[in-house]
């Protein structure tokens, strides 16, 4: 090796010798090495993340609270779920944004949100103000916009403390099943961003999600349960609705859910035979007219489905038994729509279904004379269901004929 010394010195365009600009680089590196940590940096013994969240409200104090599920991050992504530190806490305040500032003052971790999932909305915070909690979400820029607020009866912090039939992390589980109840469709996973442009819309509500306690079958442990929904109104609670209602529903009005639905049911058909069937909704048609001024719709829905068991033997190869099968299917999901709608127009009277968008968009202008009244026109709409359902696979021929 040549000392610098002895280096050829040429002059590049900048001006700058190739001799200096070695002396240049070298000084760097010393720098470098003799740099310690900046205070502003981060360490992750520092800092803990969010992984849910909860929101309640107290009616006789007029405060919310706001409480965080934090974990300690892991040094191996390998970590069981049960080995990583986790602990709950919760702060009041005037507002959510003051519950959540008192809550963060008080933790000796820096928090981080960004891999929060859940913010679990009590049902007294979702009646009292639920647009201010949700405003307050979505303008924080460390919330993601894509987590999911679910309203829970009772208190929401409590919930944070409860275990899971997993074992995993009370985030990760409530993800799971999210996605598993996708496809069964009782469920709904809104996230803040569709809460917000929902909000929007002063003549229709929306239905978001539900959260439940339910008994483990193996043991006398109570653990939550994603299933129903929760009715939103006016940018507050409504109601609440089982699993079979949001199922109608996804299959109505959620365009983009609806082709991904596959649900299970059990048939009784005329000829005494019980069998049950998967069904996936193949397709949708809604129709909407005016007729002397009130409006009138019509649904109309095809199924397909596989049979999976039947409770006697039945020549299933038989042409006439498969279309007595379609039929008793095809009355029973006319009447199980027809159920919900009932639910939806007599009991709720609020039309989560988004019929107003409809004629909004199809019948203008009967639309701006029928909107001031919407609320009193709604429950009173007449709807006629049409379904009809193709059986695809039935499975195999069981029923053996005897000899004479």
Known sequence: MYPIDNLIIFTGRNGISQKRGVGFFLVALCLLSITGCSPDVNEISDIALVTAAAIDY??????????????????TSQEKASALTQWVSSATGKTPLDAARKMRSRVGKNLIFQHNKFFIISESAAKHSLFEVMDYL?????????????????????????GTESGDMLSNDLLGQVRNNKLSGQD?????????????????????????????????????????????????FAGWVDGNDVLILNSLSKRK??????????????????????????????????????????????????????????DVGDASVISQMEQAASSHLEEK???????????LKIDVLGFSDYYSQYH????????KDWETLYPMIPIQVHVTVLIEKSGMTTYIKEES
């Open 138 to 162: 979505s303008r924080k820029r460390e919330f993601r916009l894509t987590a999911y607020p679910i309203i829970v009866p009772g208190q929401a912090s409590d919930k944070l403390k409860l």
């Open 58 to 75: 107290d009616v006789e104090t007029n405060k919310y609270s706001f409480s965080a599920f934090c974990v300690m991050p892991s040094n």
């Open 364 to 371: 203008s202008k009967a639309w701006k004379t029928m909107q």
């Open 337 to 347: 729509i027809n159920k919900s709608l009932a639910f939806f127009q007599k009991n």
């Open 188 to 236: 709904v996973a809104l996230t803040i961003k569709d809460f917000v442009d929902l909000f929007e819309n002063p003549t229709r509500g929306f239905v978001a999600g539900r959260i439940m306690m339910k008994s483990s079958e193996t043991n006398k442990k109570e653990f939550l349960t994603v299933t129903g929904g929760a009715v939103i109104y006016k940018q507050k």
């Open 257 to 314: 859910v609806w082709k991904d639905i596959e649900f299970n049911d059990v048939i009784h058909s005329k000829n005494g035979s019980v069998f049950s069937a998967l069904f996936h909704e193949k397709d949708l048609d809604i129709h909407g007219d005016i007729q002397n001024g009130r409006p009138k719709m019509s649904v109309y829905l095809k199924y397909t489905a596989s049979v999976e068991d039947v409770n006697k033997d039945s």
